[in-house]
């Protein structure tokens, strides 16, 4: 007589899982933008953060050097901001062998089309060409898929750009549970809000465009940068009137949380001719280095203990591969492998 299946079993507490893919030290954009969201969670969620190495191979497949790196210096960052590695998993997806098994059992009942619609991935390959054109990288997706449903994860904080992926996901979801049994939760969005902070050249900040700040740039260079920035074009000379609202500078003292006076004050004397970009800039530097330097000191801290950053993505690969295992187990119950 074959064994009454087990019922799928729920976590707990509701998980949330997300991942970056490692590509460096993080700028102010991530600071300001998925980070305090992925933060704040801890607070309700079991959380699960992953570092996206396979993710990134899709793209990286022939530019590996320094990837193990890479890895490190943005997990150093995420703690530095306040990520507790002790009360979320923080992990390398290429170390938890159930992500690539899953992916490949999910790959077995997503049909093509949905793959090739993806606005992403035709974005991709218009962008960089035939070099992702790659099965690998139509299965982007996918493997994303099985990254959160590995955990039956409920919540994922992510982007705008990564909604459409979780569309996918769920639509997958829906029919791994119709085809066989209702193994998984459908994993929902949380939106992150992403400010409108631009580069320090007025482009989309990008660290391919080399206009960021990193999270843990040293003093010197901050300053540097700010006072380095694009201003209001109009204003050449300190007695042309100045628009802040047209002024990048402008816009990041809002963003590094100005008090309102200030802001009120800066806006009317840049208008009037009374104060100068050079002092305007020399402020911001000021007030984003006080957002930086205890972030920097918590990070320089971290990275003084060799290999400690190591352990702590051993203690998560232990502690996510103990969750991996039992639902991937549920998971080949369910198919009847
Ligand atoms: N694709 C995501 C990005 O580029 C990274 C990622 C990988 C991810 N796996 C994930 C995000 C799972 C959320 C959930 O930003
Ligand atoms: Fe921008 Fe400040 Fe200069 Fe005005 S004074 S243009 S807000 S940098």
Excluded at 259 to 271: K, M, Q, V
């Amino acid at each position: 007589m074959p064994a009454t299946p087990k019922e799928p079993s729920l976590p707990s507490r509701e998980r949330v899982f997300s991942g970056m893919r490692p590509t460096g030290r993080l700028h102010l954009g991530h600071l300001l933008g998925a980070l305090p969201n992925w933060v704040r969670l801890q607070d309700d969620y079991d959380c699960i953060y992953c570092v996206a190495d396979l993710h990134a191979l899709t793209t990286r497949y022939d530019n590996v050097a320094g990837m193990k790196e890479d890895g490190i210096e943005m997990v150093a960052d995420w703690i530095a901001v306040g990520i507790d590695p002790e009360r979320s998993i923080i992990f390398r997806q290429s170390e938890v062998k159930a992500h690539s098994e899953l992916a490949l059992l999910l790959g077995m009942l997503t049909p093509v089309s949905w793959l090739t619609r993806s606005p992403s991935y035709k974005e991709m390959v218009a962008e960089l060409g035939e070099r992702v054109a790659t099965f690998g990288f139509l299965g982007y997706p996918v493997l994303q898929t099985a990254d959160v449903i590995l955990y039956k994860a409920s919540r994922v904080p992510v982007g705008e750009d990564q909604l459409s992926h979780l569309e996918l996901a769920r639509e997958i979801v829906r029919r791994f549970n119709s085809i066989y049994s209702p193994v998984f939760p459908a994993p929902q969005a949380i939106l992150t809000e992403t400010p409108r902070l631009l580069g320090l050249d007025g482009r989309k900040m990008s660290k391919s465009y080399g206009n960021t700040i990193d999270i843990a740039e040293d003093p010197e260079s901050v300053r540097k940068k700010v006072m380095s920035m694009f201003t209001d074009p109009a204003r050449q000379r300190l007695k042309d009137p100045g628009h802040p609202d047209k002024c990048n500078v402008f816009s990041y003292h809002h963003f590094f949380e100005a008090p309102a006076a200030e802001l009120d004050e800066i806006d009317r004397g840049c208008r009037a001719a009374t104060i100068g970009c050079t002092g305007c800039k020399q402020r911001l530097a000021g007030r984003i280095l006080a957002v930086l330097d205890p972030i920097r000191e918590r990070r320089e801290e971290l990275m003084a203990a060799p290999g400690r950053i190591e352990a702590l993505l051993e203690d998560g690969r232990r502690r996510a591969l103990a969750i991996a295992t039992e639902v991937f187990g549920e998971t080949c119950q369910a198919i009847g492998i």
